[in-house]
């Protein structure tokens, strides 16, 4: 009950076999101006049919309006002008429009410290970038000029809203609001938005400085969005410089607790080491001492062990119905988890431990650096060293100092370097770290 065809030499076309009479023919060889033609039903041998004048070179849509395709929804376009060279903007926030509202707040936040920051739809993006198409790939192209063609290029970037492997919805729960790009692994895909700052030469060291706010409503971002300017506003104390170290037990997969040994000999010197390690307490002892160390306030929680996207250790050091309790207020850690897929937020329908910290009104985490899918401890632990490090050397913004550890760490193993996708921010980049 439809057919597309090219006009040819005869002065009148029919096409018949169609089996209702609802007829019409478009032509449609400029598919945005479709336009109506004259045309003639009879019924004849059978079926229905429809006649028209047709031009040779031209395309024609003959169909039946009850067998047509029913539109689903219809926005109007908002014209923008993200290839404009003379763009300055160093600080970005893409978004979805139903979460423009607090990116919006976010970004005349940053506005207030200096930053020149510019919120962009992503559909707009999409127009641009991508034909109007969704895709994660129209995001990367769009970074990729704003990088090299603008007045003043991003340096950090937000992307603000939650994103799902099911690009299509067809899972029905309408989440994937900004959509991840994935990198193959040893061990499967894995969402990888570090990628999206991956803008010169062929490695995968980000030139931009990456983080997600896994926000799937503009109440979610708006609670992540009050926590941000909360935690900056607050003034640097014991609890911020109170660091927990915790880790599992030691098994084939890695010595964790020697492992956190290194990593705590090399966090900065003005933080107090709070240890809580799995083989010197019984898990429920270990499990309390990280709640209540939580919930009295840490600026640093740094893990090392097994881990899955709903806790930390199999035994559940950490575990997301705890989140709902963690009434710590607006004294709130930094997570480093060197584990598996803690960072994992591209469910759908179903949030991961590092975006529920994140989206937890009152308390949870400021920022989660952790990996969205598995994880090999021998790299894990060198690039937590290296983070660690980089947390010592100064850095004034969260994004600047893993770039910087992206940069110096060098896997001992070449094919471990998946690990710098692997791992993902949950959080605002340009997150000033507290000492």
């Not at 966090?267 to 002892?285: F, K, N």
Request: include cysteine; glycine fraction near 8%; aromatic fraction near 8%.
């Amino acid at each position: 009950n439809r057919l597309r065809l090219r006009g040819l030499d005869e002065d009148v076309i029919t096409v018949a076999g169609f089996d209702r009479d609802d007829l019409a023919v478009l032509d449609v060889t400029d598919p945005a101006a479709p336009r109506l033609q004259p045309a003639t039903v009879d019924f004849a041998a059978g079926s229905w049919r429809v006649s028209f004048r047709s031009e040779r070179g031209r395309d024609y849509f003959a169909v039946a309006w009850s067998a047509a395709t029913p539109l689903a929804k219809a926005t109007a376009d908002r014209p923008s002008d993200l290839r404009n060279a003379a763009t300055a903007a160093d600080y970005l926030v893409i978004a979805p429009r139903q979460l423009g509202t607090p990116a919006k707040q976010l970004a005349a936040y940053r506005a207030t410290q200096g930053y020149r920051t510019l919120v962009v739809d992503i559909e707009n993006i999409y127009d641009e970038f991508n034909h109007g198409r969704p895709s994660p790939h129209a995001v990367s192209n769009f970074l990729s000029y704003a990088a090299t063609a603008w007045a003043v290029p991003p340096r950090f970037v937000v992307l603000a809203g939650r994103g799902t492997f099911d690009y299509r919805d067809l899972k029905g729960y309408g989440d994937n609001l900004l959509p991840p790009i994935y990198t193959g692994t040893p061990h499967g895909l894995a969402a990888a938005d570090m990628r999206y700052g991956c803008i010169a030469g062929d490695d995968n060291v980000p030139d931009l400085a990456i983080g997600r706010l896994p926000a799937a409503t503009a109440a979610e971002l708006q609670a992540m969005v009050d926590k941000i300017i909360a935690y900056e506003a607050q003034p640097a104390g014991d609890w911020s410089r109170r660091a927990l170290v915790v880790a599992d037990d030691p098994d084939p997969a890695g010595d964790f607790p020697a492992d956190s040994e290194d990593i705590a000999a090399g966090l900065p010197l003005d933080l107090a080491v709070e240890r809580i390690y799995l083989s010197e307490q019984t898990p429920a002892d270990a499990r309390a001492a990280l709640v209540d160390g939580i919930t009295a306030g840490a600026g640093l929680v740094n893990y090392l062990g097994h881990g899955g996207v709903d806790r930390l250790a199999a035994e559940g050091l950490l575990r997301i119905t705890d989140i709902p309790g963690l009434a710590n207020g607006a004294r709130l850690p930094l997570l480093l988890a060197f584990t598996c897929a803690v960072g994992e937020c591209t469910i759908p329908g179903y949030p991961g431990l590092g975006e529920a910290l994140l989206t937890q009104p009152d308390g949870g985490a400021i920022a989660v650096y952790a990996p969205a899918g598995l994880s090999d401890n021998a790299a894990a632990a060198a690039l937590n060293a290296a983070l660690a490090a980089e947390l010592g050397r100064g850095h004034a913004t969260l994004g600047d100092a893993i770039r910087a550890a992206l940069a110096a760490w060098t896997p001992a193993d070449p094919t471990a370097a998946y690990h710098r996708d692997l791992y993902i921010l949950l959080g605002d980049p340009a997150l000033l770290i507290k000492r």
